[in-house]
């Protein structure tokens, strides 16, 4: 298979890796082109399902799954229904983002999850984790601009930093940039599940981020809020304090 090397198995930087794919309310484009550039998406799905670092194995018993209710564009659209596969009553009887992310908070509480092995040293103790996701799209694009246009609370370190598994992927196996099936295809498995549903595809990243483990691939930070780190192994977590362009040390 292209690009397929099997290395020693690495040491990653922490204990878990949280998996995350947002799902968020889209039209098409009237011109049949795709998705409208300015629509205001807002989440109407958050799953996050957890990956042990150590193992490579997928924990389903402590995933964490929502529907989030849109408020600006209450109602979806067909092409979102039929993208998604979410029902208008799933998200009618889903909760706000704000009390999603809050819920989330709680969740990361109750596992005793706690950042990242290099963050703050006045960490307490427990599982250090990193999120990941497939590009920057989920938490850049979705997230944030959510967040500010509402005027939402998600200012956490854990939110501003994550790894890009779409680049990381392309960077280990030496193979272009790729979407959830192309990766899954490339290391010979097949997408389980329904494409396009948070959870489902979710799961699937979580499995190609565990054949990379497998291959001695280290699964480090290379995304931000602000500037992408670019494949940056030697980047020094600090805690976000503007829009500063991070470390540029081992950029490539």
Known sequence: MEGRVRRPRKVQPVD???????????EKDSRDSGFTKDYPNEIIEFPVVV??????????????????????????????????GIKQEQVDQGIYLADALLLFEKWLEEHNFVGLKFGPKNLHPGKTFAILTDGPWDLRNFLYLECL???????????????NIRWLFGEFYKSRRRNISSMLKQLGMTFEGNPHSGIDDAFNIARIAS????DGCVLYIN??????VDGNRDFAYRPYTGLQNPSAKGRR
């Not at 609370?153 to 790894?163: L, S």
């Open 16 to 26: 878990f890796y949280l998996v995350i794919d947002f799902e968020a309310t889209c």
């Open 51 to 84: 990956l042990n670092a150590t193992t490579g194995e997928i924990e389903k018993d402590k995933s964490f799954h929502y529907y989030v209710k849109p408020t600006q564009n209450p109602h979806l659209t067909t092409f979102c229904t039929e993208l998604t």
């Open 149 to 163: 246009r509402k005027g939402i609370d998600c200012d956490k370190d854990y939110f501003k930093r994550w790894v």
């Open 211 to 214: 054949q990379m483990i497998s």
């Open 223 to 228: 995304d931000s809020l602000q500037n992408p």
